[in-house]
């Protein structure tokens, strides 16, 4: 089928489009955009000419050169304690690890000779620990929370790249990265898609999943293989040098990538950075995020030490966020359980970062006129850390003319009433005029029964919409007047199932009255002011009586809260439903923590810790006597990062605020 004219438009813009770029970051050093969305556009050319021919031009970027990278498992307590590296994303942030190390030597030393790096590739796998006695290999473990990870021996011993003898019958701890290759997670992909499996997201991830298999036999059909790249404890003297202790692991028997240098300048280091992080990274069959930089000299790294989360004389620098180009089809508004109405992209399906994309949150209508997104633009697409994609640029050369400006709409079938709209006075958010609409009513009340409030097994927002559309639900109190027959005459429900369902239901009939604020969705009284309310007010009854300059007065609260809570306490409508609640509930008291090991301190909780929730580290901090923050200022304490931190890690190391793991934030606390 011939290309129609909006097609070979869209082809002759593209070419225009990526020779401009091509020729900026080739031949200027100019990169208006990233080589990861500057990529997408050639893709998409290429998807385009492969599915029309005819559109092939001689000239097109697709044919010239441009120009003239588990709870079952047995625990094992680490004979060596297991660090995380902190992270640099820019080379201003490589100088600044590479001034304090040498300004810490120079204290520790005196007069002391400026420290080299061995550097080695980033594998993007999961951390393992190998334990060898007598050269026998015994233990395999996962790094776990630092202190004690999970037993996976019986997987380890099926990866071929894994010695279980030594060179020499040695004493050996070691350290290294377990790693599917690429071309093997794309065979079992395919696999996995014709026996209607899920599909593993990445290599990391289907790395660790079979890692974690209880049957060795699965790991073992797996294309997995490990590189070691430091020692932690030897029965054999030590070279003196990173790049000594790598020969000694081969000369050992053991794994070791190749790809390392030793440098003596942070030119030669960021040089070795910027060409893995190119094309070179792609040809090998292994997934890369960074480099890691190690001080090479063992008698400066001694001198270096520790902190609580990782070692002073190493750094890992990352490679720049996967961003992708994609096409923005509409733009369509979603309800909050507040009545907020916030608009939404509904985006060209796109991988990035590891996960398909089709909708991007654009937060209010005053972010879309900042960036000028019309439905139709072509946009960068960015997911670096976060887990909600963003779009960070429109691509404006990509207009045809056609594209659509968008406005908010005055009314919503999403409201209740008329569904008329209105904004939220001294914010940039539209709400509805009139409440309760379904969609509406349904974040609430899934949201009461959610892990951050009530936290009810098994009434996650499907079973909870179920309940509504058989109109057993409408209200909060109404999940406590349910009924084992009634449940069990829902579909997709059995007689455990049901009977589970009540038993969740009874258990939480005792709630801390800073979990139930949170389910009520008053507008905010999140986590931490909830708390704050529970312990000042101690009772529902005493907090719905209080005044408004009595509420501002808390620390902590401020005028806008106040005002909101007392507007919902006075609502006629939320003192019948609380009422007919409270018959239900037995509401505890939350008592202040006096002193503690956090007295005092804020802590913000960011990414996918090893072991813990989110609201499991927020609750072990205000047990510690802390509070939890939901913001990164210089007022913060500290900031517990896991796994795809964010914005907020990027915040803290700008601010200069420490950075802690689990493992150091669980060894503070003393839990």
């Not at 015994?138 to 894994?162: L, M, Y």
């Not at 270096?304 to 750094?315: A, E, Q």
């Not at 008053?522 to 986590?527: A, R, S």
């Not at 950075?659 to 150091?664: G, K, P, T, Y």
């Amino acid at each position: 089928m011939k290309a129609t004219s909006e097609v070979r438009a869209r082809a002759s813009q593209l070419r225009k489009t990526i020779e401009r770029y091509r020729t900026l970051q080739h031949e200027k050093d100019e990169s208006p955009i990233s080589p990861e969305a500057l990529d997408s556009l050639k893709h998409e050319l290429a998807m385009l000419e492969a599915k029309h021919p005819e559109l092939v031009t001689p000239d097109s970027p697709t044919q010239t050169v441009a120009g003239n990278a588990m709870p079952e498992l047995k625990k094992v307590r680490h004979a060596v304690a297991q660090w995380s590296l902190d992270d640099a994303f820019s080379k201003e942030e490589l100088a600044a690890f590479d001034e304090k190390v040498r300004r810490a030597l120079a204290k520790s030393g005196g007069a002391i000779a400026a420290p080299t790096y061995d550097v080695e590739l980033k594998i993007d796998g999961l951390h393992i620990v190998l334990t060898y006695e007598k050269g026998r290999l015994v233990t395999a473990a996962t790094r776990g929370d630092g202190v004690v990870g999970e037993d996976v021996t019986h997987n380890v011993r099926t990866i071929k790249s894994v010695p279980t003898q030594l060179a020499r019958p040695i004493d050996l701890v070691v350290e290294g990265e377990v790693y599917m290759t690429r071309s093997g997670l794309a065979k079992l992909n395919k696999q996995r898609e014709k026996a209607g499996q899920p599909l593993f997201a990445n290599p990391r991830n289907a790395a660790a999943g079979s890692l974690r298999q209880l049957d060795p036999s699965i790991a073992a059909q797996r294309p997995l293989a490990v590189f070691l790249y430091d020692v932690d404890a030897s029965s054999e003297p030590l070279p003196d040098t990173q790049t000594g202790e790598l020969a000694y692991l081969r000369e050992l028997g053991l794994p070791v990538n190749p790809h390392h240098i030793h440098a003596t300048s942070l030119t030669q280091v960021t040089a070795y950075w910027e060409k893995w992080q190119g094309a070179k990274r792609e040809k090998e069959d292994y997934q890369l995020d960074g480099v890691v930089l190690k001080v090479d000299e063992r008698a400066y790294q001694e001198a270096l030490g520790y902190t609580g989360k990782g070692p002073r004389f190493s750094i890992a620098f990352k490679f720049p966020a996967e961003q992708v180009t994609t096409i923005v089809e509409d733009i369509a508004l979603q309800i909050g359980r507040t009545g907020v109405l916030t608009p939404v992209a509904h985006l060209s399906p796109v991988a990035v970062a590891g996960t398909v994309v089709a909708r991007a949150t654009l937060h209010n209508e005053d972010f879309i006129r900042e960036k000028d997104i019309r439905i139709g633009d072509t946009v960068i697409l960015q997911k670096a850390g976060d887990i909600i994609p963003e779009v960070v640029q429109v691509l404006t050369e990509l207009r045809t003319g056609k594209e659509k400006k968008w406005k908010f709409p005055t009314h919503s079938a999403l409201c209740g009433g008329d569904g008329a709209l209105e904004r939220v006075p001294g914010q940039a958010a539209m709400r509805c005029k009139v409440g309760g609409s379904f969609p509406e009513r349904l974040r609430k009340l899934a949201h009461f029964t959610g892990k951050s409030a009530l936290d009810i097994e098994g009434l996650g927002q499907k079973t909870v919409q179920l309940l509504m559309e058989h109109e057993l639900v409408s209200d909060y109190d109404d999940f406590f007047d349910l009924t084992y027959d009634e449940v069990l005459a829902l579909p997709s429900f059995k007689e455990t199932s049901a009977r589970n369902l009540i038993s969740a239901i009874d258990a939480k009939k005792s709630v801390p009255l800073d979990r139930l604020l949170v389910g009520l969705s008053i507008l905010h009284v999140g986590t931490e002011t909830a708390t704050l309310l529970a312990q000042t007010f101690g009772t529902i009854e005493k907090l719905g009586k209080a005044r408004e300059e009595e509420l501002a007065r808390v620390n902590g609260i401020g005028d806008v809260v106040a005002h909101s809570v007392v507007q919902w306490f006075a609502d006629g409508q939320n003192k019948a439903m609380r009422e007919r609640l409270l018959k239900h509930l037995r509401v505890t008291r939350v008592a202040k923590v006096e002193g503690g090991p956090l007295a005092g301190q804020s802590v913000v909780v960011t990414g996918t810790l090893p072991t813990l929730s989110r609201e499991e580290a927020e609750a072990l901090v205000k047990k510690a006597g802390g509070t939890a923050g939901s913001a990164v200022s210089r007022k913060t304490s500290f900031v517990l990062a896991g796994e795809n931190p964010g914005s907020k890690l990027a915040k803290a190391r700008t601010l200069g605020v420490p950075v802690l793991s689990e493992a150091e934030f669980v060894k503070r606390i003393g839990a």
